[in-house]
């Protein structure tokens, strides 16, 4: 029964990665951070110009 378990628990590491590492952060790259800041940026410019396309409305 313990070789089940062991092999069990091997299994589960090798896919999902030690435990440790999947209770903290996730890791960026920093391609990951620079895309989420373009992102972030991009929406913050459409919202600047949808706030404009509104004042000219009124």
């Known amino acids: 029964m313990d070789s089940a378990?062991?092999?069990?628990?091997?299994l589960q590491v090798n896919h999902e990665g030690t435990r440790k590492r999947k209770k903290g952060f996730k890791r960026f790259t920093p391609a990951d951070v620079i895309g989420r800041l373009e992102e972030h940026l991009i929406t913050v410019k459409e919202a600047k110009i949808s706030q404009k396309r509104c004042k000219l409305h009124e």
């Open 5 to 10: 378990k062991q092999i069990w628990d091997t």
